[in-house]
């Protein structure tokens, strides 16, 4: 066969996106997807095409990203250790920054220690191969990451999906399936697309009476949801444990990087069963200080939580009295309902001319015509910024006829 041949093969996979995308972005002035943002270090603006917008769907809950006090640890780390880390952590990758960022995400969590890895997907991926494998059951909420399903695909493990926050169908998928091997079940802390929490309390019942342990992904948690930004835990009030935890290092806190936190035991086993810890380079100087300098901020200023839960209620309240629908959103997380994938990325270019950016979400990553720009609320925008944005959402709603 000739490379054209074998690359015409490959055609129907390039036409699936390509014509997807088309079809979304069919006008010039849509730009929605992959579009380059120069983000105002000291503000939750950000410059499109000369356009000054207010950025609505970025992840930087606590509004830390561009913060001097980070800034500088980064740049400290960089000039004591270099921009990089000589590969995976198991050969000579490891520095003392690793494990002083360990330490304090392990004291964060509660936890006895703590391992970092390269990113939150690969902490995912990593956690779960480590725990199950062939013979072994992991239950998932249907709206779980991306990073679990693949971790649970590659693991070779029986995987079992319930509905999404059903504890009743979990339950009865436990009952169902044999009682051997080690039964895992995972959840998001938060769900990113929705923005609502997971039944903790009655999750931990169900698993200690069917024998599974129970692990959480906080990406969307950490520095958003408890009294002070500690996850989901502390929301509960501390009402029940999990059995592990683990996060990303992308997103409250500003960098790059996923964690795991649990006993001693567990923490040393993923340090030699978890493969994208093992086989993977391991994080850079300018992340690990970051993501450090970070976490103590968190701890010292709880006041941007408090901000952030605050703001998020009002926002949504404000949405809620014109009629718009944030679904079950309880939390930084505000999705803003639009119907069809046309309508959300119609509604996502008149937002812009209104001078926000809410960047769309589709199918299949949402259920049909629950299509939404995903927003975000940080403790980067001001009281005035959020107000700006609400009416600026409501106003592209009514021009879109959402309302
Ligand atoms: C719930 C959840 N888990 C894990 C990840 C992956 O984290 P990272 O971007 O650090 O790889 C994400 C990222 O979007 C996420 O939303």
């Known amino acids: 066969m000739n490379a054209s041949a074998a690359w ?25 997807s992959f579009v380059a943002y120069t983000v105002e270090r000291d503000s939750a603006y ?6 000054r917008l207010l950025m609505m769907s970025g992840y930087s809950y606590l509004g830390l990203a ?9 740049k400290a780390a960089v000039d004591r250790y270099g921009t990089g880390n000589h590969g995976v952590r198991a050969l000579a990758g490891s520095t003392p920054l690793h494990e002083e960022l360990e330490a304090e995400v392990a004291k ?6 703590a391992l970092v890895f390269g990113s939150g997907y690969a902490a995912n991926v990593g956690t779960v191969g480590a725990i199950v494998g062939p013979g072994d059951t992991v239950f998932i909420d249907k709206y779980d990451h991306a990073s679990i399903v693949d971790g649970c695909k590659l693991s070779g493990a029986t995987v079992t999906r319930f509905r999404h926050n059903d504890v009743a169908h979990l339950e009865r998928r436990l009952a169902a399936a044999p009682d051997t091997g080690v039964r895992l079940v995972i959840v998001d802390s938060v769900y990113s697309m929705d923005g609502d929490i997971a039944p903790l309390v009655d999750l931990r019942k169900v698993c200690d009476a069917h024998n599974a342990l129970l692990m959480v992904d906080e990406a969307h948690a950490l520095g958003v949801i408890g009294a002070t930004g500690k996850g989901i835990e502390e929301h509960f009030d501390y009402e029940v444990k999990v059995d592990v935890k683990l996060g990303t290092l992308s997103k409250a806190i500003p960098s790059m990087g996923g964690w795991v936190a649990g006993s001693a035991e567990l923490i040393h086993h993923l340090k030699y069963a978890a493969r994208p810890f093992l086989f993977s380079a391991a994080l850079g100087p300018a992340q690990s200080a970051a993501a450090l300098e970070s976490l103590r901020i968190l701890q010292r200023e709880p006041e941007r939580v408090e901000f952030i839960q605050q703001e998020s209620e009002r926002f949504r309240t404000t949405l809620h009295e014109a009629g718009m629908s944030t679904v079950d ?21 008149v937002c812009r001319k209104n001078g926000v950016i809410g960047l769309p979400v589709v199918t ?3 259920p049909n015509d629950l299509a939404r720009l995903r927003i975000a609320i940080t403790a980067a925008h001001t009281k005035a910024d959020l107000e700006f ?13 959402i309302i």
Not at 341 to 346: C, G, I, Q, S, V
């Open 8 to 32: 015409s093969r490959l055609e129907p996979k390039l036409a699936y996106f390509r014509d997807r995308v088309r079809s979304l972005e069919y006008e010039p002035n849509r730009k929605n």
């Open 46 to 51: 950000a410059d499109q095409d000369g356009q």
């Open 66 to 74: 561009g913060d001097e006090r980070v800034v500088s640890a980064a």
């Open 108 to 113: 964060f969590a509660g936890r006895e220690q």
């Open 329 to 349: 959103s309880e939390t930084a997380v505000v999705p803003v309902i639009a119907g069809s994938d046309t309508a959300a990325y119609d509604y996502a270019t």
């Open 364 to 366: 299949p990553a949402v």
């Open 389 to 401: 944005a609400a009416e600026a959402f409501i106003k592209s709603a009514r021009e879109c006829r």
